[in-house]
């Protein structure tokens, strides 16, 4: 059984049909990919029981469009739900449900409805729907789903046609859907159809502007809006709500380097601009399609990383400095793991091959190293380069720092060094007092 694209893996999704009643010119697995449009029986029923064998907590029926099998459908929510998993959700674009229908997926243990509700207006709603006429009928179907007791998120999926409208959804939502209290404020990704029709894609720096007053609009109306996992860059109005950020949570959660949220199955990619970026450890970047389509427009590292010796190193709420002079100890790896930023420092003069595996297993993603350049000029071999390479290798970034008084030919191997290895910047600082 896959694993739901949205979220964490104590999810499993099957796909009870491939048909479906709408076109979306975005869909990510449209009914033409599959020669087989629904699975017999028995692949479902192998399907459960390994969901029930994994330790999987909740089941996601999705499609194409599941309640075109009315019957299969209900039947399969009653065995997941008889099967002992606690929560159940379905993946709908709800124009199917009727008052009835909603009371027998109630009956039948359905916990939630993740409705694809693409727009407040209803022409752009049946133009992405690809169905006329859709959008009341999607409304009726999440009215009856809440007067059933599922609880509804909604997904808008938003295209370059909405856009514009993400807080203008969020304040319909309000008005018009008010037992709704949850938004996945997902955007087209390049898959399926989309991946034929990129214009589809929404311009990320629309998107930043829409979506701080979104998420606002939203906190006024008591609604919880969400970053899902094929959703925006952390950039892209959400830096400062990572909390809602799944690939962020599964970043911090999982470790950064472990990184089952920016792993994305390779479909994204950072671009030049991310370098710096203090969010970046957490941050899975842009689908390569946005990178090569829209240029990246609308992508800018909110901060950079600052080294911890620069003025407001540790004014930055993206990262942490851990300062350990002389060298890493236990105390310093546990005030490392309690670090709650995307960028984590370690900060010190020593480093040795010792330090580099209890590093690589943490959450320190920078390493900020004082060093001395003594003799570099005349071929001398610093303790702290093996290490620092394993660590580089591992995915740290690093930067140095020397102090003054230093010769200018060390000075120069020094930072022929550093640009060899891929260190991030070399400062040189003021000789220490007293020295
Ligand atoms: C493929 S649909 C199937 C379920 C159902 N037919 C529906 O429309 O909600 C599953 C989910 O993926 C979302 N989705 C489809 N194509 C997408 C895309 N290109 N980018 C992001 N989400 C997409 C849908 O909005 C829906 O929430
Ligand atoms: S600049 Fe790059 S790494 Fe930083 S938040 Fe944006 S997309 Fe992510």
């Known amino acids: 059984m896959e694993h739901a694209e949205d979220n964490h893996r104590t999810k499993g999704l099957t796909r009870l049909t491939m048909a479906c009643n709408e076109r979306c010119p975005f869909c990510n697995v449209p009914a033409e990919n599959y ?14 029981q390994d969901f029930f064998d994994s330790a999987a907590q909740t089941l996601t029926i999705s499609g194409g469009e599941p309640t075109l099998l009315r019957r299969r459908l209900l039947s399969l929510v009653r065995r997941a739900v008889d099967g002992g998993i606690p929560s159940v959700e379905l993946q709908t674009n709800a124009v199917l ?17 993740f409705v694809s509700l693409l727009s407040d207006k209803a022409a752009l709603h049946d133009h992405l729907a690809g169905l006329s006429g859709a959008f009341p009928r999607c409304l009726a179907g999440i009215d009856a789903l809440v007067a059933a007791g599922i609880s509804v998120t909604l997904n808008p999926v938003i295209a370059s046609a909405t856009q514009e409208r993400v807080v203008d959804y969020v304040r319909f939502v309000a008005r018009r859907l008010p037992a709704v209290r949850s938004i996945s404020l997902s955007a087209v990704q390049p898959h399926g159809r989309a991946a034929n029709n990129l214009d589809l894609l929404p311009d990320y720096g629309v998107l930043a502007r829409q979506l701080p007053a979104a998420r606002e609009v939203a906190q006024e109306a008591g609604i919880t809006v969400l970053n899902p996992y094929c959703g925006l ?4 109005g959400w830096s400062d709500d990572l909390e809602r950020c799944v690939e962020a949570a599964e970043a911090r959660d999982g470790g950064w380097r472990a990184q089952p949220g920016i792993d994305n199955q390779g479909n994204k990619s950072h671009g030049a601009v991310c370098a710096p970026c203090v969010l970046r450890p957490w941050c899975g970047g842009a689908w390569h399609a946005y990178w090569q389509h829209r240029d990246g427009a609308g992508i ?3 901060a950079a990383r600052v080294p911890p010796w620069r003025a407001g190193a540790s004014a930055s709420p993206w990262q942490s400095v851990v300062s350990a002079p002389g060298g890493l100890t236990d105390a310093h790896r546990s005030t490392i793991q309690s670090a709650k930023t995307p960028t984590v420092w370690l900060w010190t003069d020593r480093l040795t091959r010792a330090d580099v595996v209890p590093l690589l297993s943490s959450r320190c993603t920078a390493v900020g190293l004082e060093v001395t350049a003594d003799g570099l000029a005349s071929g001398a071999r610093p303790d702290w380069l093996r290490p620092l390479r394993a660590l580089l290798r591992g995915g ?22 550093a640009e060899r ?3 991030a910047g070399v400062d040189v600082l003021p000789a220490r007092r007293g020295a």
């Open 300 to 302: 800018a590292a909110p």
């Open 396 to 417: 740290c970034v690093a930067h140095l720092a020397v102090r003054r008084p230093l010769r200018s030919a060390d000075r120069l191997a020094l930072a022929a060094l």
């Open 421 to 423: 290895l891929g260190v």
């Open 233 to 236: 860059p952390l950039c892209v």
């Open 97 to 113: 449900i009727d008052v009835a229908y909603a009371e027998a997926l109630a009956e039948a243990g359905l916990t939630s409805a």
């Open 35 to 48: 020669p087989r449009p629904t699975p017999p029986e028995s692949e479902l029923t192998e399907q459960l």
